[in-house]
Nanobody, 123 residues
Framework: QVQLVESGGGLVQAGGSLRLSCAASGRTFSTYTMGWFRQAQGKEREFVAAISGSSGSTDYADSVKGRFTISRDNAKDTGALQMNDLKPEDTADYYC????????????????WGQGTQVTVSS
């Protein structure tokens, strides 16, 4: 079991930045792939970014590539999502997730989830 807790959401103007954090506890976090997903009101949960546990290789959705950066600190069992140049369409609840094995883009492939943190980008 892996427990995940997100923090760092809030309200920001378009063009601004936010940094989301994900604190993990339970099993050895370094062996898990960490993913970030988001869900806007009335829409399905969508993949944002993922980082593997071992190699640290990353994957990004096209909509955030070049603006968002995913990272992790295995020594501290934490992960982060740095979000720059935010746009109103980035407004959503953001979730940290974890899975064993390599990164995947499907939410259903992640068994462990945090409670989510809200990000609102005003125009």
């Amino acid at each position: 079991q892996v427990q995940l807790v997100e923090s760092g959401g809030g309200l920001v103007q378009a063009g601004g930045s936010l940094r989301l954090s994900c604190a993990a506890s339970g099993r050895t976090f370094s062996t898990y792939t960490m993913g970030w997903f988001r869900q806007a009101q009335g829409k399905e949960r969508e993949f944002v970014a993922a980082i593997s546990g071992s190699s640290g290789s990353t994957d990004y959705a096209d909509s955030v590539k070049g603006r968002f950066t995913i990272s992790r600190d295995n020594a501290k069992d934490t992960g982060a999502l740095q979000m720059n140049d935010l746009k109103p369409e980035d407004t959503a609840d953001y979730y940290c997730a974890a899975r064993s094995g390599g990164y995947r883009r499907g939410a259903i492939q992640y068994p462990y989830w945090g409670q989510g943190t809200q990000v609102t980008v005003s125009s």
